[in-house]
């Protein structure tokens, strides 16, 4: 599967201010994907990276406090705008490939825990 | 619309009983996919097991074991003889063949006391 990085791994921020996670893949993937996990939450899906186009965003969530990129197969970029307590969260990278069976198998990254001040 | 429920928020056992943990799904979907994930304190996300709608058969992996029910919507985990280094948050979740991402349950935090 694929092996995924994220930076920063952590970080402490103040309010107000914007932070950019990085999304490193080791081989080229059709789908990504980028989840929040808020603190002791489950996984919320925050928006489907598309290469090439605008992200697809899910309910609640909007291009403009998450904004994201995907300039190629192996790469994609998660902003956090105008940060808040509320935001602090843990931003997890996903990657999808299909297995034999035609199921989408996710493997995640190690995640962004972000800290709010 | 997919939603996923694990009611047992914590678990807690001694080792070496076996614990399960419930898992129960709604879709409209007649083609899907069930998984199960493990997060330890370490808070990666590591996959555990992918079934799909078409097979009901039960599946085991040395002491982890997983039943499948369509009849009842549920797909629950067993660990036998459970060990400390169970001790994680489990997540179920579901996607259809549609749909890319998957839809996650609330997560169950088992610990398992030495």
Do not use: H
């Not at chain 1, 893949?25 to 059709?30: A, E, G, K, R, W």
């Not at chain 1, 697809?56 to 197969?73: A, C, Q, W």
């Not at chain 2, 997919?2 to 614990?19: P, Y």
């Amino acid at each position: 599967s694929a092996v995924i990085s994220q930076k920063p791994s952590r970080d402490i921020c103040q309010r107000g201010t914007s932070l950019t996670i990085q999304c490193q893949v080791d081989s080229q993937v059709t789908m990504m994907f980028w989840y929040r996990q808020q603190p002791g939450q489950s996984l919320t899906l925050i928006a489907t990276a598309n290469q090439g186009s605008e992200a697809t965003y899910e309910s609640g969530f909007v291009i403009d406090k998450f904004p994201i990129s995907r300039p190629n197969l192996t790469f994609s970029t998660l902003t956090v705008s105008n940060m808040s307590p509320e935001d602090s969260s843990i931003y997890l990278c996903s990657v999808g490939a299909r297995d034999f069976s035609g199921a989408n198998v996710l493997t995640f990254g190690a995640g962004s825990r972000l800290t709010v001040l | 619309a997919q939603k996923v429920t694990q009611a047992q928020t914590e678990i807690s056992v001694v080792e070496k009983e076996d614990v399960t943990l419930d898992c129960v799904y709604e879709t409209r979907d007649t083609t899907y996919y069930l998984f199960w994930y493990k997060q330890p304190p370490s808070g990666e996300l590591v996959f555990l097991i992918r079934r799909n709608s078409f097979d009901e058969q039960n599946e085991i992996s040395g002491r982890y074991s997983w039943n499948f029910q369509k009849s009842t919507s549920s797909f629950n985990f067993t660990i036998t003889a459970s060990q400390v280094v169970d001790s994680a948050v489990y997540f179920c979740a579901l996607s259809d063949t549609g749909r890319r991402a998957l839809t996650f349950g609330s997560g169950t935090r088992l610990q398992v006391q030495p």
